[in-house]
Nanobody, 114 residues
Framework: QVQLVESGGGLVQPGGSLRLSCVAS????????MAWYRQAPGKDREVVAY????????DYAGSVEGRFTVSRDNGKNTMYLQMDRLVPEDTAVYSC???????WGQGTQVTVSA
């Protein structure tokens, strides 16, 4: 079955950290660039980070650069998003995406609140 499954979301205080995971199955993971998106209530979905198929190129939204780090382990068919120094504005549903396949995960909720 071709799918992406996210995990790792939760409630965290401002300034805290979370690590999201996205496990891929049903396709050749190391042939595909991958991305993290987020959608906050009442806002459009926005791209957060992108990593190419071999993990050698990364790109970030300006609002998260320097705080978030995207990585991948092709041996585990998994992409990660390390989120540090979280702020309330980071509250959103985070989803992983395989752009070339137009494939989306179900999303995981991240809430940053005191």
């Amino acid at each position: 079955q071709v799918q992406l499954v996210e995990s790792g979301g939760g409630l965290v205080q401002p300034g805290g950290s979370l690590r999201l995971s996205c496990v891929a199955s049903g396709f050749i993971f190391n042939l595909h660039g991958m991305a993290w998106y987020r959608q906050a209530p009442g806002k459009d979905r926005e791209v957060v980070a992108y990593i190419n198929n071999l993990g050698r190129e990364e790109d970030y939204a300006g609002s998260v650069e320097g705080r978030f780090t995207v990585s991948r382990d092709n041996g585990k068919n998994t992409m990660y998003l390390q989120m540090d120094r979280l702020v309330p504005e980071d509250t959103a549903v985070y989803s992983c995406n395989a752009p070339a396949l137009n494939l989306w995960g179900q999303g995981t909720q991240v809430t940053v609140s005191a």
